[in-house]
Structure formats: C-alpha cells, structure tokens
C-alpha cells in the first residue's frame, strides 16, 4: 500500500489528539510548511513525522527549541549519531530534573503529613468546644 501523499490539518489534528490551532502555531513558526490548495492547507509525510516528533518531546518536557533543535539535527548521512547524543543529553537532563522533582514532592509530603499528625494529636488532647456561629 503506498504512502498517502498529503494530509489536511484536521486529520492531522484527530489523529495526535491537538487542535487545528496547535498545528497552524507550529506553521506560523515555520516549523511545517504544508502546501495550499486554495485555503486548504496540505501537509507531507515529512510534516507529520515533524509534529509528531514535536509532541513526542513535548509529552517528555522538552520545550518547543529542544525538540526542533533535534529534529534538525537529523542527518542520516552521518547514522544520525549527533542528533542521538544531543538527544540522550537532553532526556538525562529532564530525567534528572523530574527525579528532583519527585524528591522534593516527597518531602512535601511528608511535611504535610507530619502536619496533620501534629494537629489531630493536639486535637484528640482538646476538649471539643462547640463553634460560634455568626
């Protein structure tokens, strides 16, 4: 079965789950450049390779320079070895920054249990006094 040759940005917008304006953003920042057919737009394999590389890195926390910074890096010439590098570096970052993230997570957590411990303990040692009402 051949690869279809174009795509419209609804179907593109159904099928990864964003709106059409997500993908006219994406156009507006020359990330896609689809063709037009009066005012349909027409997008390629290759656009939609891109917005879906895109928002696989958004789906990790890479901003939108990250992911095209690596997108562009493709170069099938050289096995694609710089864009693999650069693209490990930036998944070790934001691993690493989400790992912080869960430690500090964590120790909120614990402070607020220990929080409510210390309260329902001041609680159950005071006598229950009736609330005003205004």
């Known amino acids: 079965m051949a690869e279809r040759k174009?795509?419209?940005?609804?179907e593109l917008a159904k099928e990864f789950g964003v709106t059409p304006r997500t993908i006219r953003f994406y156009e507006e920042k020359g990330l896609v450049t689809p063709a037009r057919q009066g005012q349909k737009r027409l997008y390629t394999p290759a656009d939609r390779v891109r917005i879906k590389l895109i928002l696989r890195g958004k789906r990790i926390g890479m901003t939108l320079d990250e992911s095209v910074e690596v997108i562009d890096m493709y170069d099938p010439e050289h096995n694609n070895s710089e864009q693999l590098h650069s693209l490990i570096a930036t998944v070790k970052e934001k691993r690493a920054r989400f790992e912080q993230q869960i430690r500090d997570i964590n120790d909120i957590?614990?402070?607020?249990?220990?929080?409510?411990?210390?309260?329902?303990?001041?609680?159950?040692?005071?006598?229950?006094?009736?609330?005003?009402?205004?």
Request: glycine content about 4%.
């Open 6 to 10: 174009t795509y419209t940005i609804s």
């Open 109 to 134: 957590m614990a402070s607020l249990d220990e929080v409510q411990g210390l309260c329902e303990q001041a609680l159950k040692k005071t006598p229950a006094t009736p609330t005003k009402h205004n």
